[in-house]
């Protein structure tokens, strides 16, 4: 069974840092490239940050340009995403995202909040 698992959200206090997780299970992961996404309440989901199959390239929101970083590990079957800089606007659920060809996958989201 296909799993994509969040881990790393949580409180954190504006100008702080965090790290994301997504451990992948039941695919090939190494074919797949990566994205984060994330969801405000009231507000559509997003699309922060992907990475390719290999993590040659990646591409980025110019809204998080400079303060997030994706990567991934295909060994550990891992992709990340690097967070600092944080802002109380980054308040929201983190999904991790896998495409290949037609076929995608979902992660069931990571709340992130950021305040004092």
């Known amino acids: 069974q296909v799993q994509l698992v969040e881990s790393g959200g949580g409180l954190v206090q504006p100008g702080g840092a965090l790290r994301l997780s997504c451990a992948a299970s039941?695919?090939?992961?190494?074919?797949?490239?990566m994205s984060w996404y994330r969801q405000a309440p009231g507000k559509e989901r997003e699309l922060l940050a992907s990475?390719?199959?290999?993590?040659?390239?990646?591409n980025y929101a110019d809204f998080v340009k400079g303060r997030f970083t994706i990567s991934r590990d295909n060994a550990k079957n891992t992709v990340y995403l690097q967070m600092s800089s944080l802002k109380p606007e980054d308040t929201a659920v983190y999904y991790c995202?896998?495409?290949?060809?037609?076929?995608?996958?979902w992660g069931q989201g990571a709340q992130v909040t950021v305040s004092s």
């Open positions: 990475i390719s199959d290999t993590g040659s390239s990646t």
């Open positions: 039941g695919f090939t992961f190494s074919l797949y490239s």
């Open positions: 995202f896998a495409s290949f060809l037609k076929r995608t996958y």
